[in-house]
């Protein structure tokens, strides 16, 4: 898998995740834990996206 296409996966995860992230936050019975867990996997997917652009970047 090229990195651009790794870039391109991880970019669609955290779009997932993001509405993943809606759907619970909508929902009365909102879990703070699964809130906080799917917050904590969109930002380990950013960070993983923001290393991979500044290494493609060099």
Same mark, same amino acid.
């Given at each position: ?5 790794? $870039? +391109? ?7 997932? %995740?993001?509405? #993943? *992230? =809606?759907?619970?936050? @909508? &929902? ?6 699964? $809130? +906080? ?7 380990? %997917?950013?960070? #993983? *996206? =923001?290393?991979?652009? @500044? &290494?493609?970047?060099?």
């Amino acid at each position: 898998m090229t990195i651009q296409a790794h $870039i +391109a996966s991880l970019e669609k995860k955290h779009g997932a %995740l993001e509405e #993943e *992230l =809606q759907s619970v936050l @909508a &929902s009365p019975s909102a879990d703070d834990r699964e $809130i +906080a867990e799917i917050k904590r996997r969109k930002l380990r %997917l950013k960070d #993983e *996206l =923001q290393r991979l652009k @500044a &290494s493609t970047r060099h």
